[in-house]
Every structure is written in structure tokens, then in C-alpha cells.
């Protein structure tokens, strides 16, 4: 936990969502500490350019992995670092006995589509229900 990801993340996630801000100093540094999370960063000459985050917990049906929250600078983005990001939270997920790594992506992000597509990912035939604990 650093003031680097901390600036790094407030500068990111105004990229990846409108709606919702970045994380402060103490909710990152829970994400960070969580034995459910691989937070990934790729640098470009020392700075933080990119995240993403990988959620792996048991199931009775076996471990899941989750790919969440991938953003690449957008002055850096096509240089391949999004798909570097994401093959290595698979090779993380396969190494800790995930069979599958999901992720959703929003029809209107469509380069991140294609992105998912590259790395090997297929659209799959389900529901995705959501309950809103908050207003």
C-alpha cells in the first residue's frame, strides 16, 4: 500500500467508471490486504499505467476466479498492456486451481470486447442478475 497506487488509482478509475470514484487510502489498502485479491498494476518507465483485479475464492463446485476492474491509461492504451494484464491473472487462476475465469464487460465497451475476445474469452449464454444493496 503506497501513495503511488493510491494516485494511481484516482487517476485510473475516473477511466473505467463515471460513477463511481476511486478507492481512498483505507478501502484500497482492504482490497490490497484481502486474501481474495491479486491486484495487478503494469508499469510503463516506473508509473502505474494499468490494473486489474482478480478475485479467486472457494466454492463447493470448486475455486472461481473473476477478472474486475481492468483499466489501461488511455494514452497507453493498444500497446498490448491490457492483454499483458489479463494473461497474467490467468496464469495467476490456473495456478490456484481455477478451471474458469469469468468477466463481464458492458456491450458499449467494445474495445474492451475485442480485448476479451484476443485473450481467449467467449461470450457465454447466461444471465447476469444484479440486487442493488444501496440506493
Same mark, same amino acid.
Given at each position: 500500500?503506497?501513495?503511488?497506487?493510491?494516485?494511481?488509482? %484516482?487517476?485510473?478509475? !475516473?477511466?473505467?467508471? %463515471? $460513477?463511481? /470514484?476511486? !478507492? /481512498?487510502?483505507?478501502?484500497?489498502?482492504? =482490497?490490497? /490486504?484481502?486474501?481474495? =485479491?491479486?491486484?495487478?498494476?503494469?508499469?510503463? &518507465?516506473?508509473?502505474? =499505467?494499468?490494473?486489474?483485479?482478480?478475485?479467486?475464492?472457494?466454492?463447493?463446485?470448486? #475455486?472461481?476466479?473473476?477478472?474486475?476492474?481492468?483499466?489501461?491509461?488511455?494514452?497507453? +492504451? *493498444?500497446? &498490448? #498492456? *491490457?492483454?499483458?494484464?489479463?494473461?497474467?491473472? =490467468?496464469?495467476?487462476?490456473?495456478?490456484?486451481?481455477?478451471?474458469?475465469?469469468?468477466?463481464?464487460?458492458?456491450?458499449?465497451?467494445?474495445?474492451? /470486447?475485442?480485448?476479451?475476445?484476443r485473450a481467449g474469452f467467449a461470450?457465454?449464454? $447466461?444471465?447476469?442478475?444484479?440486487? +442493488?444493496?444501496?440506493?
Amino acid at each position: 500500500m503506497t501513495d503511488e497506487l493510491v494516485e494511481a488509482f %484516482a487517476r485510473l478509475v !475516473p477511466q473505467l467508471s %463515471a $460513477t463511481k /470514484g476511486p !478507492p /481512498g487510502r483505507e478501502a484500497l489498502a482492504g =482490497i490490497v /490486504g484481502s486474501p481474495a =485479491i491479486t491486484l495487478l498494476v503494469a508499469r510503463d &518507465g516506473g508509473m502505474i =499505467i494499468g490494473t486489474l483485479t482478480l478475485a479467486m475464492f472457494p466454492t463447493p463446485t470448486g #475455486i472461481r476466479a473473476w477478472i474486475e476492474d481492468v483499466v489501461v491509461e488511455e494514452a497507453a +492504451r *493498444g500497446r &498490448g #498492456i *491490457g492483454e499483458a494484464l489479463i494473461t497474467e491473472a =490467468i496464469g495467476h487462476a490456473r495456478a490456484a486451481g481455477a478451471r474458469t475465469v469469468d468477466l463481464t464487460s458492458r456491450p458499449a465497451r467494445q474495445a474492451a /470486447g475485442r480485448l476479451y475476445e484476443r485473450a481467449g474469452f467467449a461470450e457465454r449464454d $447466461t444471465r447476469v442478475y444484479r440486487y +442493488r444493496t444501496q440506493a
